[in-house]
């Protein structure tokens, strides 16, 4: 299954959020129809319809195995790890991952002995690209780590 799912039989919407929310602002104060509001904004008009009647579209591809409190304990985990001088890459946010289950004692049948592969841990980096990122980590010694600014300051 690739990483990045492309719907063939749907086209990419063709107009910008403002453009929706100005279109429901009208249907909403009566200025417009919801067809006249469609026709002038380039909205589908189910797209329209969904918003005043507040249903939501599903997201594309299948459900996340961990919920969101999940996924997001595990970045803060991480995060931590990272600042104590422990980067970890991504086989080790697989091995953090199947422990986790382990220790729940949750069978996860997407997963080869609840080991997650290799495109859930690139695609759960991806999800959270805003607080994690994969990055190639160089060893220095704790002496060099602890250097500041202001100590290399009044060496000058």
Same mark, same amino acid.
């Not at 009208?26 to 129809?33: P, V």
């Not at 909205?43 to 997001?72: C, D, M, Q």
């Not at 060099?144 to 250097?147: D, E, F, G, I, L």
């Given at each position: 299954m690739?990483?990045?799912?492309? %719907?063939?039989? #749907?086209? /990419?919407?063709q107009y910008s959020k403002k453009d929706l929310e100005d279109a429901l602002k009208?249907? @909403?104060?009566?200025?417009? %129809?919801m067809k006249r509001a469609c026709e002038? &904004?380039?909205?589908? #008009?189910?797209?329209?319809?969904?918003?005043?009647?507040? @249903?939501?579209?599903? %997201?594309?591809?299948?459900?996340?195995?961990? %919920? $969101?409190?999940? *996924? /997001?304990?595990?970045v803060n985990c991480l995060l931590a790890c990272a600042s104590w001088g422990f980067p970890l890459n991504t086989l080790d946010v697989r091995l953090f $991952?199947?422990? &986790?289950?382990?220790?729940?004692?949750?069978? *996860? #049948?997407?997963?080869? /002995?609840?080991?997650?592969?290799? *495109?859930? $841990?690139?695609s759960f980096l991806q999800r959270h690209s805003e607080k994690l990122s994969e990055r190639l980590a160089n060893n220095i010694k704790r002496a060099? $780590?602890?250097?500041s600014e202001d100590v290399i300051r009044n060496i000058m």
């Open positions: 690739p990483r990045k799912y492309v %719907s063939v039989g #749907k086209q /990419n919407c009208d249907y @909403l104060d009566g200025k417009l %129809s002038k &904004y380039h909205i589908p #008009k189910g797209t329209l319809f969904n918003r005043v009647h507040g @249903l939501k579209g599903k %997201s594309y591809g299948g459900p996340t195995v961990f %919920s $969101a409190g999940e *996924e /997001n304990i595990m $991952a199947k422990g &986790y289950l382990d220790r729940i004692g949750r069978e *996860e #049948k997407k997963f080869v /002995n609840n080991m997650p592969g290799v *495109e859930w $841990a690139k060099r $780590a602890n250097v």
